[in-house]
Nanobody, 126 residues
Framework: QVQLVESGGGLVQAGGSLRLSCAASGSTFSSRVMAWFRQAPGKERGFVAAIGWTGAMKSYADSVKGRFTISRDNAKNTVYLQMNSLKPEDTAVYYC???????????????????WGQGTQVTVSS
């Protein structure tokens, strides 16, 4: 069983930055891919970024490449999402996700992830 708790969301002006954190429970955190997804009102939940268990593998949605950075600290069971140069279109609820096993075929597919946090709201004003 894995429990995920996100924090760090808020209201920021366009061009600003935020850092999201996701604290995970469970001893198998360090062996799993972790990911961030987001969902804007009226839209489907979409992939943002994923990171492999060593931190060497990272993948990003095209819309956030060069602006967002995913990282993890396995000693703290925490994954982060540093968001820079924020745009109004980044406004959404951001969710942390973890799979049920250490094997994930498609890191950008929500169905690959079993465990989800409650979400944290990010609002970017123009």
């Amino acid at each position: 069983q894995v429990q995920l708790v996100e924090s760090g969301g808020g209201l920021v002006q366009a061009g600003g930055s935020l850092r999201l954190s996701c604290a995970a429970s469970g001893s198998t955190f360090s062996s799993r891919v972790m990911a961030w997804f987001r969902q804007a009102p009226g839209k489907e939940r979409g992939f943002v970024a994923a990171i492999g268990w060593t931190g060497a593998m990272k993948s990003y949605a095209d819309s956030v490449k060069g602006r967002f950075t995913i990282s993890r600290d396995n000693a703290k069971n925490t994954v982060y999402l540093q968001m820079n140069s924020l745009k109004p279109e980044d406004t959404a609820v951001y969710y942390c996700a973890a799979p049920d096993t250490s094997i994930v075929r498609r890191t950008d597919v929500a169905a690959e992830y079993r465990y989800w946090g409650q979400g944290t709201q990010v609002t970017v004003s123009s």
